[in-house]
C-alpha cells in the first residue's frame, strides 16, 4: 500500500508541473512556432516570385524549427544559404532583446530588408508590392496572432520574371532564402497551431502516464515473483514428503526381514527380563517347599517304627480321589501292612527320596505307598503357582499384542506414521489402537481425554472432517463422544482411513 500511495503521489505531482509549464493562452504561440510560421511564409513567397511553387510541398511548416530547416536545406533556390543561414543560424541578430515580440519583430524587420535590397525586384513594381504584402502579412502575424497568407500565389503568372536559378545576381540568390509553403494557407498555420498546443500539454501527461505504468508494472512483477516463490516451495515440500513416504514404503520390506542392531539389544533386554522373571517366580515356590522336607528328616533318623506308623499316611488318600478312584482298595490294605514290614519299607525310600527318576516307578509297588504319598504331598505347593504365573503370563502376552498411538490430525485422508507418538500430547485429538497379531489394519476413535475436545471442537472443519462421522451441533457442546471407531489400512508409510468414526458432541 506504501508503494502505491507513492507512486499515486509522483503521478500527481508531475501531473500538474506539466500542466503548469503546458499553461500556453491560446493563440498565443511561443517563438520557435512563431519562427517556424514566419519562415515558411517568407519561403512561400520566395518560391512563388520565382515561379517554382511546386517546391512547396516539400516544405514541413508543422513540426520544429529544426526540422523546417531540415526541409530547406535541399536548397535549389539558395534559400538556406543566402537568407536562414546568415539570419537565423548565426543567431546574432536577437542579441540585447528582452522578449519574444521584439525577437519576432526583429526577424521580421531583417528579412523584409534582405528581400527588397535584390536590385531584380526593385526593377519591377509588382514584385516590390508583393514584398509589402508579405510585410504587412507578418507583421499581423507577429502582432495580432493572424496567421500569414500564401502571398504572391495569385499573380505568379502576371509578374515580369527572369530565371534566376542560373543567375550569380546576390540580390536574386538573397531573395531566394527563407519562405513559408503558400500552399498550406491561413487553415494550416492555425491547425499546425492548435497541434502545435496539444502536443505541449499531453506530450507530458503522456510522459508520466508511461512512467506510472512502469512503476505499477514493476510492483506487479515483484507481487506476481513472490507469489510464485512461493507456489514451488510449497510444491518442493509436497515433493519431498512424498518421496520420504516412498522411500519409508521401499524400505519397510528390509526392516520386516532383518532387525537394526537397536531393535535386536532391545529384544535382548526384554529376553533376559522375562528369564529373571520366570526364575524368580520358580525360585520362590521352591523356598516355599525347602522347609517342609526338613521335618521328615529328623522322624526319618529316629530308628523307632512308631512315629512312622502314626505319620501322616492317612491324609494321602484325601489327596489321592482327585486323581483316580483307585485309592480307595489301598485304605483297607494299609492296617495289616502297617505293623511289620514299615521299618523296612521306610529305609528304601529314604535312599529314593534323594534321586529324582525313582517317583515314576514307586506306585507300581505296595510297600513304597506311604512314601510316596509323602513326596506327593510335597509337589502341589510347588505346582500352584507356577499354574497362576503361567495364567498371568497368557493374559499379559494377550494384552501385548494391542498397543496405542496418538496423533493430531490425518493429513490427506490418513495419519502418516511419523506424527505417531507413544504418548498423549496436549494437541493428541486422536487414538489410534494397533495390533501385533494384525499389523496392517487398526481402529482409531477421538481421544478420551476431555482435555483436548475443546481445542478439537474449535477446529472441527480442520481436525474433525476428514475422519469423523457426526451432526452439526445446534447449542454448545463441551465433550466429544465416541459411538463406532473407525477402521484403517496400513499403506506404505500411511494409515489409511477406510470408515470414518461415528461421533456425537455434548
Not at 520390506?253 to 533386554?269: C, D, G, H, I, Y
Request: with cysteine.
Amino acid at each position: 500500500m506504501t508503494s502505491l500511495r507513492r507512486a499515486t503521489s509522483l503521478f500527481f505531482g508531475l501531473l500538474l508541473t506539466a500542466a503548469a509549464h503546458a499553461q500556453t493562452p491560446l493563440g498565443k504561440p511561443t517563438l520557435d512556432e512563431q519562427k517556424v510560421q514566419i519562415w515558411c511564409a517568407t519561403v512561400k513567397f520566395v518560391y512563388n516570385d520565382n515561379h517554382r511553387p511546386n517546391l512547396k510541398s516539400k516544405l514541413n511548416c508543422g513540426g520544429t524549427l529544426k526540422q523546417f530547416e531540415t526541409s530547406i536545406k535541399p536548397d535549389s533556390q539558395k534559400v538556406y544559404s543566402l537568407l536562414y543561414q546568415p539570419l537565423e543560424g548565426r543567431g546574432t541578430m536577437y542579441k540585447g532583446l528582452g522578449t519574444d515580440q521584439a525577437r519576432s519583430e526583429k526577424l521580421v524587420t531583417e528579412i523584409i530588408n534582405r528581400l527588397k535590397a535584390s536590385t531584380a525586384r526593385k526593377a519591377s513594381p509588382a514584385r516590390m508590392q508583393a514584398v509589402e504584402a508579405l510585410n504587412t502579412s507578418l507583421r499581423g502575424y507577429v502582432e495580432n496572432g493572424t496567421p500569414p497568407g500564401d502571398i504572391g500565389a495569385n499573380d505568379v503568372a502576371s509578374a515580369e520574371f527572369t530565371d534566376t536559378t542560373t543567375s550569380t545576381d546576390e540580390a536574386t540568390a538573397s531573395a531566394s532564402p527563407d519562405a513559408g509553403p503558400a500552399t498550406i494557407g491561413d487553415a494550416a498555420t492555425t491547425r499546425s497551431s492548435g497541434e502545435s498546443f496539444m502536443s505541449k500539454f499531453f506530450s507530458p501527461l503522456a510522459l508520466i502516464l508511461s512512467l506510472l505504468s512502469l512503476v505499477l508494472y514493476a510492483l506487479l512483477r515483484g507481487q506476481i515473483g513472490k507469489l510464485v516463490e512461493k507456489v514451488d516451495r510449497y510444491g518442493r515440500e509436497t515433493k519431498g514428503v512424498r518421496g520420504n513416504t516412498s522411500d519409508f514404503a521401499a524400505s519397510s520390506p528390509a526392516s520386516t526381514n532383518k532387525l537394526t542392531p537397536e531393535l535386536q539389544r532391545e529384544v535382548e533386554k526384554l529376553v533376559q527380563q522375562r528369564v529373571a522373571e520366570e526364575l524368580r517366580k520358580q525360585a520362590a515356590p521352591a523356598s516355599v517347599a525347602a522347609p517342609q522336607p526338613v521335618t521328615p528328616a529328623p522322624v526319618a533318623a529316629t530308628p523307632g517304627p512308631k512315629p512312622i506308623v502314626p505319620a501322616p499316611v492317612a491324609p494321602a488318600p484325601i489327596a489321592a480321589p482327585p486323581t483316580s478312584p483307585a485309592p480307595a482298595a489301598p485304605l483297607v490294605a494299609d492296617p495289616p501292612v502297617a505293623p511289620a514290614p514299615a521299618p523296612v519299607t521306610y529305609e528304601a525310600p529314604a535312599s529314593m527320596s534323594e534321586t529324582s527318576p525313582v517317583p515314576p516307578v514307586i506306585p507300581a509297588g505296595s510297600p513304597a505307598s506311604a512314601p510316596t504319598e509323602e513326596f506327593d504331598s510335597l509337589v502341589p505347593p510347588v505346582q500352584f503357582p507356577v499354574s497362576e504365573n503361567q495364567v498371568t503370563e497368557e493374559a499379559g502376552d494377550a494384552l501385548a499384542t494391542d498397543y496405542t498411538r496418538y496423533v493430531k490430525v490425518p493429513v490427506n485422508g490418513g495419519f502418516n506414521i511419523y506424527d505417531l507418538s507413544e504418548e498423549p500430547q496436549h494437541d493428541s485429538i486422536y487414538e489410534i489402537i494397533l495390533d501385533t497379531q494384525f499389523p496392517e489394519v487398526g481402529i482409531f476413535q477421538v481421544n478420551p481425554d476431555p482435555a483436548v475436545h475443546a481445542y478439537a471442537i474449535q477446529s472441527a472443519q480442520y481436525s474433525l472432517r476428514e475422519a469423523c462421522r457426526y451432526e452439526q451441533p445446534t447449542g454448545p457442546v463441551s465433550r466429544i463422544v465416541t459411538d463406532e471407531e473407525g477402521t484403517l489400512r496400513k499403506v506404505g508409510g500411511v494409515w489409511q482411513i477406510e470408515s470414518k468414526a461415528l461421533i456425537h458432541f455434548e
